[in-house]
């Protein structure tokens, strides 16, 4: 945990009287950090920067640091002012993050028990390392996205200026190419690779229909991680309904292993679903389950989520069914554990985004629907109504764990950068 602590205390108290006060709570408090003391030459190297108010009479002192901090051009987003009970510690806290509002920054005061001390620390620093997860990634656009997706724009300037993530076109010609040379067997190498990964999938429950489809998909996953090492990717989104006819097979298998590996893998070709999802990485560790609402009941907030993947490090379980649409290929029918999730959405120009915490309530089965199904009941049942009122598209983020809030201050963070 990369968290930096910056001191500012007055001159008039004992010093070492504050110092041994200081490492007593920070003990208490117990979470791993670099000390920096008085010296503020590195604020803003860390996942999170907290600024120690140890004393009354530090309001002039936190002034100077602040002219210093802005001199240097160092980026000024958010203040972090960790305060004590003893001290005069809160009163200049709030006296100092007063005159960091009338500046236009924003900030908070961390004070209290140690259990919502340690809740906000926790919070704070995944929001601002998922922020800094993202730069500099690079995520491919492996054909056009889909016909259907009438809405689901984006800004290329935007994302790269707000998320700092490079779009890059990829024609899907070249994933097909790559396809039809494996299913000739030629490669060594890549049989090897096939073979291995058939056997990851001994024990697992395929339909008597899809087991023709399971060489196919697995040289689909090979021909994807490929153009991932070719265009150095660590995300993507492919319009994988083409591969319906260019090689009678599907990219569910695939995408819900590349996912689990570490590379984020959309469907559809949906950008701002995969940048969503790239966020969801960078402040969960897994991706997210792309997915689109199947039904909605207003009254009681309950949304019924299916889609034909969902990535196998977010599963229990799992089982290989056909494609829903197409019936043939291989679609994933994932479950989950029932619990806390967040849904969420970010549009393509970063101007508006949805986050709200629910819980998963079952995993289900029907014919109907696309193989992986998940009954979710939001917190804020009247958080259901912007599915039917003001949607951003039709996929949707299932994460498992309450993110809403640090997504919240995570996009605050990006969008007004």
């Known amino acids: 945990m990369s968290i930096g602590i910056f001191t500012i205390s007055s001159p008039l108290h004992n010093a070492e009287s504050i110092a041994a006060h200081r490492d007593s709570?920070?003990?208490?408090?117990?979470?791993?950090?670099?000390?920096?003391?008085?010296?503020?030459?590195?604020?803003?190297?860390?996942?999170?920067?907290?600024?120690?108010?140890?004393?009354?009479?530090?309001?002039?002192?936190?002034?100077?640091?602040?002219?210093?901090?802005?001199?240097?051009?160092?980026?000024?987003?958010?203040?972090?002012?960790?305060?004590y009970n003893t001290d005069n510690s809160l009163a200049a806290s709030m006296e100092i993050l007063s005159f960091l509002k009338n500046k236009q920054y924003d900030g908070e005061i961390l004070h209290g028990s140690k259990?919502?001390?340690?809740?906000?620390?926790?919070?704070?620093?995944?929001?601002?390392?998922?922020?800094?997860?993202?730069?500099?990634f690079r995520a491919g656009i492996i054909g056009e996205p889909s016909d259907w997706l009438i809405s689901s724009t984006f800004n290329r300037i935007i994302v790269k200026d707000r998320l700092g993530v490079d779009l890059v076109d990829i024609p899907i010609t070249e994933v097909k190419e790559i396809?039809?040379?494996?299913?000739?067997?030629?490669?060594?190498?890549?049989?090897e690779q096939a073979q291995k990964i058939r056997e990851e999938f001994k024990q697992i429950k395929i339909c008597p229909a899809t087991e023709q489809y399971i060489e196919g998909a697995i040289n689909i996953y090979l021909a994807l991680k490929e153009i991932v090492a070719r265009y150095s990717l660590n995300a993507f989104t492919i319009r994988c309904f083409d591969l319906l006819s260019a090689v009678k097979n599907t990219g569910c298998l695939a995408l819900a292993k590349l996912n689990a590996e570490g590379i984020v893998a959309g469907c559809e070709g949906d950008v701002p679903a995969m940048l969503s999802m790239i966020l969801a990485k960078g402040l969960s560790g897994v991706s997210g389950f792309q997915a689109n609402p199947a039904h909605i009941d207003v009254d009681t907030g309950e949304i019924k989520f299916a889609h034909c993947t969902i990535p196998l490090n977010m599963v229990e379980s799992y089982e290989f069914l056909s494609h829903f649409e197409s019936g043939i290929g291989v679609g994933v029918r994932g479950f989950m554990k029932n619990g806390p999730v967040t849904i969420f959405k970010l549009c393509g120009n970063m101007e508006r985004f949805f986050a709200e915490n629910g819980t998963l309530v079952e995993s289900q089965e029907k014919d109907n629907f696309c193989r992986t199904q998940q009954l979710i009941k939001l917190d804020n049942p009247e958080a259901a109504r912007y599915f039917l009122n003001n949607p951003i598209g039709n996929h949707h983020i299932i994460i498992p764990g309450h993110y809403s809030y640090t997504l919240n201050r995570v996009l605050e963070k990006l969008i007004n950068n």
């Open 25 to 83: 709570y920070l003990k208490e408090l117990g979470f791993e950090y670099v000390m920096c003391d008085n010296d503020f030459s590195r604020y803003g190297e860390f996942e999170l920067n907290l600024i120690f108010i140890l004393t009354g009479g530090t309001e002039s002192l936190f002034r100077e640091k602040l002219r210093e901090l802005e001199n240097r051009g160092v980026r000024l987003a958010y203040f972090s002012l960790l305060a």
């Open 115 to 136: 259990d919502f001390v340690l809740d906000r620390v926790n919070k704070l620093r995944r929001v601002f390392c998922a922020a800094r997860t993202i730069k500099g």
């Open 179 to 191: 396809v039809e040379q494996l299913s000739k067997r030629e490669d060594k190498k890549a049989v």
